[in-house]
Every structure is written in C-alpha cells, then in structure tokens.
C-alpha cells in the first residue's frame, strides 16, 4: 500500500508533521518526541493494535489507521 501524498493526522483528527513514503511513515512521538518508524505493511511493527510501533524512549505504542477513499492516515496511541 502505497500512503506516500496521504494527509497525516494524530488520533484527534489534527493535521500532523510526519514524513509517509511507499508503506512506511515516520513520525515523532507524541508524549516524549522520539522518531517513530510505522509500517502498513500486514503484521509489520504499527500496522495494527495487535503489532504496535513503540517509542524507543518511552515505550508509548502507536497502530496505523488508513482511510484509502479519503487519502488519509490516522495514528492512533494504545
């Protein structure tokens, strides 16, 4: 799946600086500020809430959820 050119927001709906390429995304972390790594990818690390990107700071988790009629991404914390 390809999310490069998706509007990127957080779990509140708010536009967000994030950088999406081809199926990943980085992005800072919203509690400390650390570089987050995502994937779309099925049962790659922040594809879901069952496989979830953690902050490397403070262990905070993050899953995708992708609106591929709306071009958008949301990125929602555990």
Known sequence: MNITGFLL???EGEEIEADAHGS???FLCFDCGYPI???TLDE???SDE???SRCRSC???YFLDV???AEKLYI???
């Open 44 to 46: 790659q690390r922040g």
């Open 67 to 69: 609106r591929l009629h």
């Open 76 to 78: 929602h914390m555990l």
């Open 9 to 11: 927001m957080d779990h």
């Open 24 to 26: 990943n995304i980085a």
């Open 50 to 52: 069952e496989h979830p």
């Open 37 to 39: 790594l995502a994937s």
């Open 59 to 61: 262990g905070a988790g």
